[in-house]
Structure formats: structure tokens, C-alpha cells
Nanobody, 117 residues
């Protein structure tokens, strides 16, 4: 089984920074992507950022220039450095792992990020 353990959420004032971490463990074969989704109350879960095994990255427009995703391949760990946080970034953030060949999804338990104005 694959487990994803997240850490780093919390309460921060607008303009502040947080760093999320997600460590994957277990029988992990071929990773396609590791990424972060978020879900705010009353809204659908949305993709925030993802990083491919090649190192290529994707960001949703609302976080471009403020968030940075990175990955430690040796540790099967993905990070999300969040800066210039806004109240609208408040959500539960979920780590996601997609494994080849079928892009099977694994999810973390979620970590709360709250940005106060």
C-alpha cells in the first residue's frame, strides 16, 4: 500500500508564507506526477500545482508567481512553497500521487491552510 503523509499547514496572515510537505511511502512503482489540490468550503477540489517526473511543472493561474512546487525524488517527497498568501487561498490542501501505467491516484489526508485578512 502507498501512504501519503502531509505536513506544514496552519494559520497565517495575508502576505505570509507556508511550506507544505508530502512524503510518499510504500510500494511505489513508477511515479508520473506528484501534486497538490485544494478544496475550499462549498467549492470543488481544484488542482493547484503538479510536477512531473521530468521536472516539468504546472500551476493554476491564481497561484502563478506565488507558489512553487518542488520534489525530492530520492525521498519521494513533494513540497509546496506558498508565498504572498491571500485569504482566498484558504482551503484544505491535499497531496496527490499518480502512478503509471494507469495514472492511479493516491491522496493524502489533507492539511488545513487558513489565511487571515
Amino acid at each position: 500500500q502507498v501512504q501519503l503523509v502531509e505536513s506544514g499547514g496552519g494559520l497565517v496572515q495575508a502576505g505570509g508564507s507556508l511550506r507544505l510537505s508530502c512524503a510518499a511511502s510504500g510500494r511505489i512503482n513508477s511515479i508520473n506526477t506528484m501534486g497538490w489540490y485544494r478544496q475550499a468550503p462549498g467549492k470543488q477540489r481544484e488542482l493547484v500545482a503538479t510536477i512531473w517526473s521530468s521536472g516539468s511543472t504546472y500551476y493554476v493561474d491564481s497561484v502563478k508567481g506565488r507558489f512553487t512546487i518542488s520534489r525530492d525524488t530520492a525521498k519521494n517527497t513533494v513540497y509546496l512553497q506558498m508565498s504572498s498568501l491571500k485569504p482566498e487561498d484558504t482551503a484544505v490542501y491535499y497531496c496527490n500521487l499518480k502512478v503509471l501505467p494507469a495514472n492511479y491516484n493516491y491522496w493524502g489526508q489533507g492539511t488545513q491552510v487558513t489565511v487571515s485578512s
